[in-house]
C-alpha cells in the first residue's frame, strides 16, 4: 500500500538527511511493514506543498493503547 503523508520542513529535511530514522504519528491510517510511506514537504507559510518528496519503506510499525 502507498501512503501520503504532509511533512514539516524540518522533519523533512531531516528524514532526507537520514539524521530522522523513524516517524511517530497518531494511528489515524492503515500501515504494515513493507508499506510504502511518500513524506510529502508542507510549505507553512505558503500553505502549500512544496515539490519535494520523499519515498520509504515501513520497516516497523508499533501500537500502542490510546
Not at 502507498?2 to 524540518?10: A, F, L, Q, T, V
Not at 529535511?13 to 523513524?22: C, I, N, P, Q
Given at each position: 500500500?502507498?501512503?501520503?503523508?504532509?511533512?514539516?520542513?524540518?522533519l523533512f529535511?531531516?528524514?532526507?538527511?537520514?539524521?530522522?530514522?523513524?516517524d511517530l504519528r497518531l494511528a489515524?491510517?492503515?500501515c504494515s511493514p513493507g508499506d510504502t510511506l511518500l513524506l510529502k514537504e508542507w510549505g507553512?507559510?505558503?500553505k502549500s506543498y512544496t515539490r519535494r518528496v520523499l519515498e520509504k519503506k515501513v520497516a516497523f510499525v508499533m501500537n500502542t493503547k490510546t
Open positions: 500500500m502507498r501512503i501520503e503523508k504532509k511533512s514539516w520542513p524540518d529535511e531531516r528524514a532526507l538527511s537520514g539524521k530522522k530514522k523513524f489515524d491510517f492503515d507553512p507559510r505558503k
